[in-house]
Each structure stands twice: as structure tokens, then as C-alpha cells.
């Protein structure tokens, strides 16, 4: 069974840091591309980050390139969101996400159940 964990979100102020992880289990994880996504209350679900299995190419959205970083240790099975130079509008729950087609395990793709993330100002 494909299963997903995310962690390491909570409060901080604007302008601080934070790391969040993504565990996997139940797939070949060092052959997956992955993504983070975050949706905020109330409004849509916005990818910011996208990562492919070698960890050499990454691509961001525009509201987070700059200050936050996707990575990924492969060995450990874990994938990784940098978030730094955070702002208020960066407060979403934060989810790590296996596109859908990978392949035949998750072909409609899979995503962990989130973990919050809240920044004071």
C-alpha cells in the first residue's frame, strides 16, 4: 500500500524558517517524481514545488521560488520542503503528492493527509 506522511509544520513568524519531510512507503520511491502542494482556507490547491526522481531538476512556483527549496534523500525515502523567508500568506496546510500515471501502483496518483503550517506576523 502507497502511504505518505508529512511533518514538521507548526507556528513560526514571518520572516523565520521551517523543514518539512515527507515519508514514503509501499513504492519505489527513488522513481517517482513528487510534488508539494499547500491550499490555504478558502482558497484553491496550488503546487509549489516539483521535484523529479534524481533530485536534478526542481521547478517552483513563482509566489515561493527564491525562498523555498525541494529536495529529496532517496536512501531514507524522503522528500523535503526548505521553507525560508516565510510570509503570512505562505499559512496553508502543506501536502506532499505522487502525480498521477507514476505507475501502476498509483495511477491516479496519492497524496499525504498534510501537515499546517502558520505564519505569525
Known amino acids: 500500500r502507497v502511504q505518505l506522511a508529512e511533518s514538521g509544520g507548526g507556528l513560526v513568524q514571518a520572516g523565520g524558517s521551517m523543514r518539512l519531510s515527507c515519508t514514503g512507503s509501499?513504492?519505489?520511491?527513488?522513481?517517482?517524481?513528487f510534488n508539494w502542494f499547500r491550499q490555504a482556507p478558502g482558497k484553491a490547491l496550488e503546487r509549489v514545488a516539483t521535484?523529479?526522481?534524481?533530485?536534478?531538476?526542481?521547478t517552483y512556483d513563482e509566489t515561493v521560488r527564491g525562498r523555498f527549496i525541494i529536495s529529496r534523500d532517496n536512501d531514507a525515502k524522503i522528500l523535503y520542503l526548505q521553507l525560508n523567508a516565510l510570509k503570512v500568506e505562505d499559512t496553508a496546510t502543506y501536502y506532499c503528492?505522487?502525480?498521477?500515471?507514476?505507475?501502476?501502483?498509483?495511477?491516479?496518483?496519492?497524496r499525504g493527509p498534510g501537515t499546517q503550517v502558520t505564519v505569525s506576523s
Open positions: 509501499g513504492f519505489s520511491f527513488h522513481a517517482y517524481n
Open positions: 521535484i523529479n526522481p534524481r533530485g536534478d531538476r526542481v
Open positions: 503528492d505522487i502525480p498521477p500515471g507514476e505507475s501502476w501502483l498509483v495511477p491516479n496518483g496519492a
